[in-house]
């Protein structure tokens, strides 16, 4: 078990099934760099859309993901 996991659930062995779905739902934290004209672009449409940059940047990925095209 991961030390992440076991300070997030408070065990020491492994944690019940629906912690760990818990934990699995949460949002999680990822750092990303992108060249300045696709910040700008992607800016503009979150300004358009009246969505936050990282609301947008997490939208569009998840629709990636979800197309039938997506790679997995």
Do not use: C, K
């Not at 996991?5 to 990822?30: C, D, I, K, S, Y």
């Not at 009246?50 to 997490?58: D, E, H, I, P």
Request: aromatic share 4%; proline share 4%; no cysteine.
């Amino acid at each position: 078990m991961s030390r992440f996991l076991r300070q997030a659930t408070g065990h020491a062995e492994r944690p019940a099934v629906a912690a760990v779905e818990v934990l699995q739902r949460r949002p999680q934290r990822v750092t990303l760099t992108i060249n300045w004209r696709a910040r700008q672009q992607l800016q503009e449409r979150a300004d358009i859309e009246g969505r936050s940059l990282s609301n947008l940047m997490a939208y569009l990925l998840e629709q990636a993901l979800e197309s039938p095209n997506a790679v997995n």
